[in-house]
């Protein structure tokens, strides 16, 4: 690993609070000004000299690949984001590491094989075809498909993973989980935060979310621990925690219990709700690649529900989905901290700094793709794919720590998108839909389309 290359290139900035106001305006928009000013390894920083924070903006398919994958065990999630995020979700398997992370990944992995994962379509099909009854029943014509794919992949998870419905609980856990991230964010790049148990109106605000959303997962919890399924009956994630609690070796307690279901509510839904949501945004944005899409589903499917069978018959709606991640990562932005000094892409990274791959930047990187703003699915061709760098795409994270439920995600969007689009045309409302970042990518205005029901 060779330690000495040349100094970062520095954002500048405001010279009292160097970036932190842009930062906390629009992270993402910050990133990007970063790169094309300034090229693929950038040093920023964050409030006034002396107590200031520092990081490095990492924007390249290499770089990433280096952080992610190359030199994963030199890059840890110890950087402030991840200590933020770990003292508002937990110990769970996204923010654990070392010896707790091994235990954890083992006990979880069963379930998110390939086999055990199409296993699950059966279930997302059910609440797709839930979710189109109530809109058809309430005669629904212009809806935000941001909130309506949130509804449904919340639902997904709850009944995949936790064996439960979580209907009364959605009105919370879309409230709080943005709630918590802003918080998250605010505190990452301040650089001088107030102990979280001091009664400033932010850190209360943040208790009582984390309470409601506590509240959620110990009802789930109690729910099954009330129910008298034994295991053995399909186990799902909750058997398998409630399983490991109650084992005798005491290496799972009560409180990891709750964690870990925090944990997966969180990355379960609201990744694939983004995805899924800006498909259908982009889709009633591009008549043209609609109606390609509409006449792939049609031919392969004919009005038959879709299963995990169909996924490779189903090419070009998965490029879709693709586009749609690229221009639209759920997770815009990563952060790691650098355990020994190194060098990415010619520029040193002292020991100790920290560092953010954002996937945002990477995925709007000039070298890899032309006109990057633009929508095409064409993007995606197996031939176009294998003439980028890996790392040009990385929705889903890489190396040892990616992400756990990538093939859960793509098959359950698939289906979903499949389903809407047997039943619907779409018209975009809203043009452009703002977005922000906390620890995903978060919604600043409506994603509203008309839904036009298909003649059969
Ligand atoms: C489009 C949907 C999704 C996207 C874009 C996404 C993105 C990501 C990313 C980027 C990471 C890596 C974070 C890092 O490197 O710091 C990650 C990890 C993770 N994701 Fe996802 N995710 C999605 C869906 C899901 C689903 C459906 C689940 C669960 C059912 C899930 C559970 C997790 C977990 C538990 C981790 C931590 C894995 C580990 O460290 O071993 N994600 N995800």
Redo the contacts with the bound molecule.
Sequence with gaps: MATTGTEAPHLGGNPLLGSMLDLKKDSLGTFLRARREHGDVVKMTAGPPGIRATFYGVFSAEGAQQV?AGESANFR?DNAFYQEIRESFGNG??TSQDEDYLRQ?RLVQPLFTKRRVDGYAGAVAAEVTTLIGEWQDGAAETVDVLHEMTRLALRA?ARI?FGTDVDAAVEIVERCFPELGAYVLRRGYSPVKFPRDWPTPGNRKAAAVHQALYEVCDRIIADRRGSGRASGEGDDLLTLLVEAESAEDGSFDATELREQVL??LL??HE??AT?LGFALHLLARHPEVLKRTHEEVDRVLGGRTPGAADLDALPYLTQVLKEA?RLF???PA?GRRAVDATVIGGVTIPAGADVIVASWVTHRHPDYWEDPERFDPDRFTPEAEAARPRYAWY???GGP??????H??MLESVIALAMILQKYGLEAVDTEVPVGSAITLTQEGPARCRLIPRTA
């Design positions: 992610l999630k398997l996204l990944r998870v993973l944990v997966f990355a379960g990744t694939t995805s991640m990562p759920a997770a990563v929705p889903f994270g720590r990616a992400c756990i439920g990538q859960f995600s």
